[in-house]
């Protein structure tokens, strides 16, 4: 099932993690889509359906260094920081699991 939206879900959630004016402050909002993202990858380089080259793995990797460039600041103090710490993680993730 999930093999047959792959192609619409990975833009969704990479659209989910941008920055714009409206959501400039939806920092976790972006934290979880990134770990979402990172979560697909793992379940793509786990599935025996399917295979990573399915992936658009530039687009996701474009996504989470965009996310390491993450600097929101409110009256919380540095609410980007969760962001950039999702895109590290997905990094690593990603890049173990995707050869």
Known sequence: ?????LDRVI????????FTETTGK???SRRDALG???SICLTVSRSKNLE??????????DCFLEGLTDYT???RADIG??????A??????????IR
């Open 1 to 5: 099932m999930f093999d047959e939206h």
């Open 11 to 18: 833009p969704a959630v990479i659209q989910c993690s941008k």
């Open 26 to 28: 939806w920092a976790e």
């Open 36 to 38: 979402a993202l990172a």
């Open 52 to 61: 990573p080259e399915t992936l658009p793995v530039e687009q996701i990797y």
């Open 73 to 75: 600041i409110c009256s």
């Open 81 to 86: 920081a969760c962001v950039r710490e999702a």
């Open 88 to 97: 590290m993680s997905g990094l690593q993730v990603c890049t173990k699991k």
